[in-house]
């Protein structure tokens, strides 16, 4: 059983950039949530995605976008980098609608610096 | 809004000794709640999950407790080590809601 992996593990962008981060999840999981955390912060939800679909979003704008594709994996969007958008992005996977649907399994993150 | 707190923000102990953290939120109407581990700079390790009926859960040197009605829970470690250096995070799952984490709390254990 593989887990959560996440690409690229480090990149640098500098304001204004746009970036992708992508996500495979683990295996017989359905669901991938993306997660932001800043430096001494908890990691902070940016949204979900069940069935290739958005299924609920946290507070950011809407220059933060995903996609899943059919296998599952996910891709983090985010345009018009902005200094603040520095940070570790944490994938996560579950499997929605089956039991213990909100255990969820991190990958390593990506880490984002905008300069 | 749920809202996790986590005292103290960091802790500095010598190998050995026994330590607990806590964890305070706001909403007990929760689902479950989970401890996890974090290494600098990497991703989320789960240590321990309590489902909202139980009252503690136990692993290895590792023993959470959970407190719902009061909206607390601690995270117990025994004999400290070096390795248990880490920041520990504290997260609430209250059903059809996203996982609410806590700012964390750093520990240090020193040899």
């Known amino acids: 059983e593989t887990g959560v992996t996440q690409s690229p593990t480090h990149l640098i962008k500098t304001r204004g950039q746009q970036v992708t981060l992508r996500c495979s999840s683990q295996?017989?999981?359905?669901?991938v949530s993306w997660y932001q955390q800043a430096l001494g912060q908890g990691p902070q939800f940016i949204f979900q995605?069940?069935?290739?679909?958005?299924?609920g979003r946290g507070n950011f704008p809407p220059r933060f976008s995903g996609l899943q594709f059919p296998n599952y994996s996910s891709e983090l969007n985010v345009n018009a980098l902005e200094l603040d958008d520095s940070a570790l992005y944490l994938c996560?996977?579950?499997?929605?609608?089956?039991?213990?649907?909100?255990?969820?399994?991190f990958g390593a993150g990506s880490r984002l610096t905008v300069l | 809004k749920q809202e996790v707190t986590q005292i103290p923000a960091a802790l500095s102990v010598p190998e050995g000794e026994n330590l607990v953290l806590n964890c305070s939120f706001t909403?007990?109407?929760?689902?479950?709640l989970q401890w996890f581990r974090q290494d600098p700079g990497k991703g989320l390790t789960s240590l321990l999950l309590?489902?909202?009926?139980?009252r503690e859960q136990t692993s290895g040197r590792l023993n959470a407790s959970l407190d719902k009605s009061s909206g607390r829970s601690t995270l117990y470690i025994a004999a400290s080590q070096p390795g248990d250096s880490a920041t520990y995070l504290c997260?609430?799952?209250?059903?059809?809601?996203?996982?609410?984490f806590g700012k964390g709390t750093r520990l240090s254990v020193i040899a």
């Open positions: 996560a996977s579950s499997s929605l609608g089956q039991a213990g649907a909100n255990v969820l399994t």
């Open positions: 295996s017989g999981h359905n669901t």
């Open positions: 995605y069940y069935r290739e679909e958005e299924n």
């Open positions: 909403d007990s109407a929760i689902y479950n």
């Open positions: 309590i489902q909202s009926s139980q």
């Open positions: 997260a609430v799952d209250s059903g059809n809601t996203p996982l609410v």
